[in-house]
């Protein structure tokens, strides 16, 4: 059964609208941390992290209240990446700790990323049992005045995620004569990012590190990879690193100016670890990953399975199989040697830490040759006219006309109220007719 709040990836939706109120806000922290309360842990710690939205301010004091009425004593850490929050719930021994950020999406949505205390993502099971609490009578959950929750702020969020990504190298790992053009995407890893790669020794030109709460993924940032272009072809930079609204994700562009997206990203580590030995069992890629990468892991030797989309079930995925590397296209990449979730600048480290040796973007991240591939985003008020008879009899027909020339895939976004399509081929003449086919049964 589909979840009522949670999608792929938390929650999120437009401010002020639907769940993403204060309203809802307080729900949420009160039934999540009546949930983690219960999991028979001596001490009662919920953490918080956000992005740079706006609409932060309004919505993490509702989730304070929300978790401070059920006992949970919370401490915030204002603006850090998701992963440093996931690293950090782990390393602090809380209970849980709640991402305030709606990731690639504008200004205008915010959300929730909620984390075990395992520094994990959530599964479906344990989403439905905190949704169950979200609809219940709120007011059993509430606690005694005695016990409720102290809150308490702590300034030196980022500074304990560096020390933590810096503890995964080694002490003489630096990034002395490397210059990077670096986009934060005016999000949570404005501060840590520039921070981070400053203190190693290499020469950074920022973007993206002047958010003012509205102006997150604006024109910048992991969808706006252009913008790292131009400043390594300016700058004559050796890489150029883009991050999302929350930094768990990142797409690269080498020194000549092509942009380097998950997949390639992926192919790269997978070699690389496997020529270390530090690759354990294979890769996890999704639905969406380019039959390119299959066929070069095949080629290596290197066993490769697929998940649904969502960077949530490759984890899942991951530690099924006992897996330590997975991904998605868009640039979730989970380093399971160091990472429980995405995390653009663990990558980002790794990634760098091949370039220090005098190597150039270009030869280390353009592994394999791309089928070629498209994607569109349809915008629509129902994301089920996916299940219209209109829709799938033209998913059919133009699966028909694909053959065994290539892949079809459509889907609704987990996150977006938008029709995902995408297409691939040898033959890029199909892939227009078969989007085109698609395309016109939604609109």
């Known amino acids: 059964m589909k979840n009522k709040y949670f999608g792929t990836d938390g929650i999120r939706g437009t401010v002020n609208k639907g769940n993403i109120t204060g309203e809802k806000f307080f729900k949420f922290g009160l039934a999540s941390g009546t949930y983690f309360k219960n999991q028979k842990r001596n001490k009662q710690i919920a953490i918080i992290a956000k992005d740079t939205r706006l609409s932060g301010y309004t919505l993490e004091p509702a989730l304070v209240s929300g978790l401070a009425s059920g006992g949970m004593h919370v401490f915030t850490l204002g603006p850090l990446p998701t992963n440093g929050l996931a690293m950090l719930t782990k390393t602090m021994k809380a209970n849980m700790g709640i991402m305030i950020t709606a990731s690639h999406n504008p200004y205008c949505d915010n959300g929730l990323k909620l984390f075990g205390p395992d520094g994990m993502k959530l599964s479906d ?48 790992f630096n990034l002395k004569g490397i210059k990077i053009v670096l986009d934060c995407a005016n999000g949570a890893g404005y501060k840590a990012a520039p921070k981070l790669l400053e203190e190693l020794g290499a020469k950074v030109y920022p973007i993206g590190v002047k958010p003012n709460g509205l102006n997150i993924n604006e024109r910048c940032g992991s969808t706006y990879p252009s913008k790292i272009r131009s400043g390594v072809r300016k700058y004559k930079a050796h890489i150029g690193i883009s991050f999302d609204g929350d930094a ?29 030995k530090i690759l354990k069992g294979g890769v996890v890629g999704t639905l969406m990953s380019n039959y390119g990468l299959e066929k070069f892991l095949k080629d290596e030797k290197i066993k490769f399975h697929r998940s ?99 892949r079809i895939l459509v889907r609704k976004s987990g996150t977006e109220p938008k029709i995902r399509i995408m297409a691939e081929s040898y033959d890029e003449k199909s892939i227009i007719k078969c989007i085109k086919m698609i395309k016109k049964s939604i609109n």
């Open 308 to 406: 649904k989309v969502g960077d949530r079930y490759v984890k899942e995925k991951m530690k099924k199989l006992n897996y330590n590397l997975g991904g998605e296209q868009s640039g979730h990449i989970i380093l399971g040697k160091f990472a429980t979730t995405g995390d653009g600048l663990l990558v980002a480290l790794e990634v760098l830490f091949s370039l220090r040796k005098g190597k150039k973007a270009s030869e280390i991240l353009n592994v394999f040759k791309p089928l070629p591939q498209t994607l569109v985003n349809v915008i629509v008020k129902d994301k089920n006219v996916i299940n219209s008879f209109r829709c799938k009899n033209a998913i059919r027909s133009a699966t028909k006309l694909m053959g065994n020339k290539g």
């Open 248 to 276: 768990d994700r990142i797409i690269m562009c080498d020194e000549k100016g092509k942009i380097i997206n998950g997949d390639q990203i992926i192919a790269m580590l997978a070699k690389r670890w496997k020529f270390k």
């Open 125 to 172: 099971k344990i989403e439905k049992k905190i949704e169950k609490l979200i609809d219940t009578n709120n007011t059993k959950q509430l606690t005694n005045p005695k016990l409720l929750g102290r809150v308490k702020r702590l300034e030196d969020g980022n500074d304990k995620y560096i020390k933590i990504l810096k503890n995964n190298f080694p002490n003489n």
